[in-house]
């Protein structure tokens, strides 16, 4: 069924200007002025409304092995959240267990995957090296449209890699025309601090943000980096929470380098304290890595927002239950390591980022969506209202408010980090190629309807990095 969005005003990255959109087989066929409704179209009066494309969350972990547990939310349940939120598409990521084929765990997670409600793409992650992973690492990138590959610098004992597999993967990359990216915390400081709490009788959550402190983080990103140079290779950080991962990104950029920056909304707006709760379920609840940060690190993410050095954000999707996290109760060290937040970020940016005057409304599209699109090689087909491209839309309505809750939220997980925030700029509907999944709080969204979205690797970004002179 064709479906016309009459009256709204479309808000890119670029412009906003009051137009009707059509859609037709999934995709945006036409915008313009009074555009006439096909026979039988479906009619969206979007007056008042911000029509923008849909947000893209380029770090979330549905269903995920980690830490002894699986993630809470699956595929379809976790992409159906996002739908509620006016997030369409995610980049997820395959996480091989040290020594297994990465085609082995591609293929696993496209099966999970198929239940998805909305569209996602996948990251591989490169836990280890040998020769089978460089040649998996072409097959994926040519045959299967995987053109980034992830990166952790901590998670020592598990699925750290050290620099021998930060320097032949990223080589790799860069011969593949693929985006290698990291997590950056020192793994080795992590695991020396951690014990040294442990053993001073600090067992608590309190222990988690001491163990991690934003020096890891600071020294971490600017090792990628300086590895990302010297072989000439981009370089994407995920999750930076510390000012030190920030200076050490923008140094980078000013220095002519290609490297990419990801911030979370909950980085963006939670502070440490959550740590010092006496709660041991609340505090727990707020334990992912790296750890929320001081107040002072939130006012320099939003100003690495606000100037780009920070291009993307993201939730870094990770949920556990108040059970699972209980299996740190007497350690903290074992406390899985993740928060939710698909639902609510693009209600967070909004209300504290374009509400506050920090982002206009396209750097906000810029930030939740286009820039995503560009870096990973999904545009214009996905972050874009360019005719022809998927029309995964969110109809926002900027005086709608909201109180986030783990009690009506869509997650499944019984913790929300934004819990008790009322938030004003919402979703009232949220198109996935087309079909209509969110409409002013009825969920529809369709288990299976999401798609795999490959995507080619030596995208406009490369190019620009070959050619760069040195
Ligand atoms: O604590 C986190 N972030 N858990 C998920 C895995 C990761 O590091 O991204
Ligand atoms: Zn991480
Ligand atoms: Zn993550």
């Known amino acids: 069924m064709d479906t016309l969005i009459r009256g709204g005003t479309l ?22 002025d009074n555009l006439e409704a096909p026979n039988g179209a479906q009619i969206i009066d979007a ?64 099966g999970w995957a198929e239940k998805a409600a909305a569209d996602y793409a996948f990251h591989v992650a490169v836990t280890w090296w040998d020769e089978s992973v460089h040649r998996e690492m072409g097959e994926l990138a040519h045959e299967h449209g995987v053109s980034s590959f992830k990166h952790f610098m901590a998670y020592k004992n598990a699925i750290m890699c050290d620099d021998e597999v930060l320097v032949n993967s990223f080589t790799r990359c860069l011969e593949l ?67 030190q991962s920030l200076e050490a990104i923008t140094r980078a950029r000013n220095e002519g380098q290609r ?58 999707h990770c949920c556990f239950c108040a059970p699972q996290k209980a299996a740190g109760k007497d350690d903290f060290t074992k406390i899985p390591n993740g928060c939710g937040g698909i639902e609510d970020r693009l209600s967070v940016l909004w209300h504290y980022g374009v509400n506050s005057g920090r982002l206009t409304p396209n750097e906000f599209v810029k930030v939740t969506s286009t820039n995503a699109a560009q870096i990973f090689n999904l545009y214009p087909k996905k972050g874009s209202l360019r005719v022809g491209a998927d029309a995964d839309l969110v109809l926002w309505d900027p005086n709608g408010t909201r109180t986030i809750s783990a009690k009506t939220h869509h997650q499944n997980v019984d913790y929300n980090i934004f819990e008790g925030r009322t938030v004003q700029g919402i979703a009232t509907h949220t198109f996935t190629r087309g079909h209509l999944a969110w409409i002013n709080g009825d969920l529809r969204a369709q288990r299976g309807h999401g798609r795999y979205l490959p995507r080619p690797v030596n995208g406009s970004y490369y190019d620009a990095v070959r050619k760069r002179v040195r």
């Open 11 to 32: 808000i890119d990255a670029e412009l906003s200007v009051r137009s009707d959109l059509l859609i037709r087989d999934g995709v945006i066929a036409a915008v313009g």
């Open 47 to 110: 007056g008042g409304q911000y029509v923008m494309p849909g947000g893209i969350d380029p770090h979330t972990h549905m269903e995920l092995p980690f830490m002894g547990t699986v993630t809470s939310e699956d595929f379809y349940s976790g992409t159906a959240a996002g739908l509620a939120g006016g997030t369409t598409s995610i980049i997820d990521f395959v996480i091989p267990a040290p020594k297994q084929s990465l085609m082995e765990a591609f293929r696993t997670w496209r």
């Open 177 to 243: 025309g693929a985006l290698p990216t990291v997590h950056a915390e020192n793994g080795e400081l992590v695991f020396r601090l951690q014990k040294q709490l442990l053993a001073r009788g600090i067992t608590g959550p309190e222990g988690h943000p001491l163990s991690r402190p934003p020096a890891v983080e600071g020294e971490a990103a600017n090792r990628a980096i300086r590895i990302a140079e010297v072989l000439g290779a981009p370089l994407y950080i995920v999750h930076n929470s510390a000012r």
């Open 259 to 316: 490297v990419f920056g990801e911030v979370l909304a909950g980085h963006l707006v939670i502070d440490d304290s959550v740590y010092r709760d006496a709660d041991f379920t609340r505090a727990a609840a707020h334990v992912m890595s790296p750890p929320f940060r001081a107040k002072e690190h939130q006012r320099a993410l939003w100003q690495g927002l606000q100037a780009g050095h920070l291009q993307t954000t993201a939730t870094d």
